[in-house]
Each structure stands twice: as structure tokens, then as C-alpha cells.
Nanobody
């Protein structure tokens, strides 16, 4: 099973940007990878996915503010978030799509 570690979260003001990272314990080059988020008291929602070849697909709420990328040589995937809004406050999780492999999450808090 692949171990995943997210990083890059923190406290940011509305309108700011963050880049979240997810590093895997072994090669993820053949896997579809996903980012999810879970706001307090809410279900975990899919943010988007990236194929092994770098093709991305996003949830409707993303509205162009999120970009998922990957670097297979570094066993890593990334989530760039622009124009952060308070509603983006959540724990963000990395996931090997369709598997039981989840990271521990990284907290993003958007507040002035």
C-alpha cells in the first residue's frame, strides 16, 4: 500500500494562494491521483483528479481556481489554489484514486 504525506497547508488571507504537496512512499506514476477536501461538519468532497499522463478533471465548484499537477520523478502530486475564499477552509487529502490509500491531510484555513 502506498503511504501518502500531504504538506503545505496553513492560515492564509482571503484572496491568497497556496500550493499543497503530496509525496508518496513509492512510485505513483501509473496511478490516477486525486485531491479531496473535508470542511468541518461536512462530507469529504472530490476536488479533482489527475491521470498518470497528466490529464486533469475537476469538480464543478473549482471554477478555475484549482490546478492539480504531478511530478512522477518525485512521486508527488500538487494542488495549487488561487483566490482562496473562506469557504475553502478544510482539510485537504491526497488519494490514490479508487484505492484505500489516503494521506493524513493538511489543514487549510482561510481567514482575515
Amino acid at each position: 500500500q502506498v503511504q501518502l504525506v500531504e504538506s503545505g497547508g496553513g492560515l492564509v488571507q482571503p484572496g491568497g494562494s497556496l500550493r499543497l504537496s503530496c509525496t508518496a512512499s513509492k512510485s505513483i506514476s501509473t496511478y490516477v491521483m486525486a485531491w479531496y477536501r473535508q470542511a468541518p461538519g461536512k462530507q469529504r468532497d472530490l476536488v479533482g483528479v489527475i491521470s498518470s499522463g497528466g490529464i486533469t478533471n475537476y469538480a464543478a465548484f473549482v471554477k478555475g481556481r484549482f490546478t492539480i499537477s504531478r511530478d512522477n520523478a518525485k512521486n508527488s502530486v500538487y494542488l495549487q489554489i488561487y483566490s482562496l475564499e473562506p469557504e475553502d477552509t478544510a482539510v485537504y487529502y491526497c488519494h490514490v484514486y479508487g484505492s484505500s490509500s489516503w494521506g493524513q491531510g493538511t489543514q487549510v484555513t482561510v481567514s482575515s
